[in-house]
């Protein structure tokens, strides 16, 4: 059982950066794929980045490449999604989540991850 705890989102400014972190307890964090997913008001969730267990290989939806950046820390069990030049349109909750599976069978699909936080609100005004 892993569980997943994110935080760092917030209202901000458009043109403006947020650091979201997500932090898992539990055992075998190294050994995951971790992901970033968002569900904005009346849509469906939607798959933002997602990163090997090493941090060496890393995955984003078109609409963040160039802004957006996930990383980890496998000794603090964290791992983060550093947001720049934000707009009114990556308004969502963000979730973090964990997939047991090898970097290998990774998909950018909700249903490959076994593991999700609560999601933290991110508000970007214009």
């Known amino acids: 059982q892993v569980l997943l705890a994110e935080s760092g989102g917030g209202l901000v400014q458009a043109g403006g950066s947020l650091r979201l972190s997500c932090t898992a307890s539990g055992r075998a964090f190294n050994s995951y794929v971790m992901g970033w997913f968002r569900q904005a008001p009346g849509k469906e969730r939607e798959f933002v980045a997602a990163?090997?267990?090493?941090?060496?290989?890393?995955r984003y939806t078109d609409r963040v490449k160039g802004r957006f950046t996930i990383s980890r820390d496998n000794a603090k069990n964290t791992v983060y999604l550093q947001m720049n030049s934000l707009s009114p349109d990556d308004t969502a909750v963000y979730y973090c989540?964990?997939?047991?599976?090898?970097?290998?069978?990774?998909?950018?699909?909700?249903?490959?991850?076994?593991?999700w936080g609560q999601g933290t609100q991110v508000t970007v005004s214009s």
């Open positions: 989540a964990a997939d047991r599976a090898s970097w290998t069978t990774f998909a950018p699909f909700s249903h490959e991850f076994d593991y």
């Open positions: 990163i090997n267990w090493t941090g060496g290989i890393t």
